[in-house]
């Protein structure tokens, strides 16, 4: 019995041992469970809120607020798109999400000066050129966007595959697309047939190329915008009011189209053209009242508006603390989508000539 009760003692001590041992690995598995659902409890959190507030990085789609109004909505793009997706397709560069706002400029009235304080907008007529590509790199290492008044076949047919490679980049850099006609005619000379067929070949075309149709155009020359009352004035305007066009012109024009060194008429050096062209701006700015916001026009058709007037011009600007910005911004449409009427998905086969 003696030796029994001395072997019972042990094995008794050893099983509290084996309890205890037991007990504190419980305990500790469930204050590492507790632990880790905290934790991710805490990382779902988080997550949520990155999602909400629209991080690019990650692929969540977030709820929009649908319009009554037939509007565009927009959501968040697949990871790896930078944009908005608007009606299925991706409008490039700005992220945006619910229904449009109410366009600030009104379809048919003519605007030279911008109406946003603090704002200066640059913009480019008659191309895209050969000159365009060097154009968008200077603007991009300046990081500003600008306006592009484009023809159809002018500088050269915008449905070449080269002309339209450089269309293409500018407009999923960030830039405005708007229309400038179909061939750069006067339109105070067209029937309101012929002007809406000038509009109409531009929107054909840039539907196909990039899926939209522009809500801004500028008329070549500016006709059809400085008579007061003028009947052929009237004509116009009333032809792109009915088209739903804003019409933008400028108050400073800086002179590139006509003494640079493609026409044949003036052949001044590269300093001398800088002197003429930058007197041109840097009047226009301090004739103006003070605080007064500019349009200011140049051609991206011509190489030293490229290389010398714009790089000037944005060094300048800036040194006067204004904002440079799009046409459409300066007149207080700030969001993409109403710098177009149409924002659809782009011909998988586009023409490659303008003639037909």
Known sequence: MSTEKAEKKPMQTKNKILIAAASIIVIAGIAVGIYFGVRKNDNANGSSSNSSSGSSSSSAVPSVTTSAAPQPTGVLPPAGQNGTMVNGTLLPYYTLTGPVPAPKATAGTVYTNCVEPGTYSISYDDGPSAYTHSLLDLLDKEQIKVTFFVNGDNDGC??????????????????????????????????????????????????????????????????????????NDVKVQTTLKNMGYVIATWDIATTDADIDDNNAVHKLTDEALAKVEQGVVTSSVSGAPAGANHMQLMHDTYQRTVTQLSPWSITYIKGLNYKIVPVAVCLGDSDPRNWYQTITTPSANPPTTCTK
């Open 158 to 231: 915008i449905y070449d595959p080269t002309v339209r490679s450089v269309i293409k980049r500018a407009y999923e850099s960030g830039h405005q697309i708007a229309s400038h006609t179909w061939s750069h005619p006067q339109l105070t000379t067209l029937s309101v047939e012929q002007i809406t067929l000038q509009m109409t070949r531009v929107e054909q075309a840039l539907l196909d190329i990039l899926g939209i149709v522009p809500r801004y155009m500028r008329p070549p020359f500016g006709d059809g915008t400085f008579g007061n009352g003028n009947a």
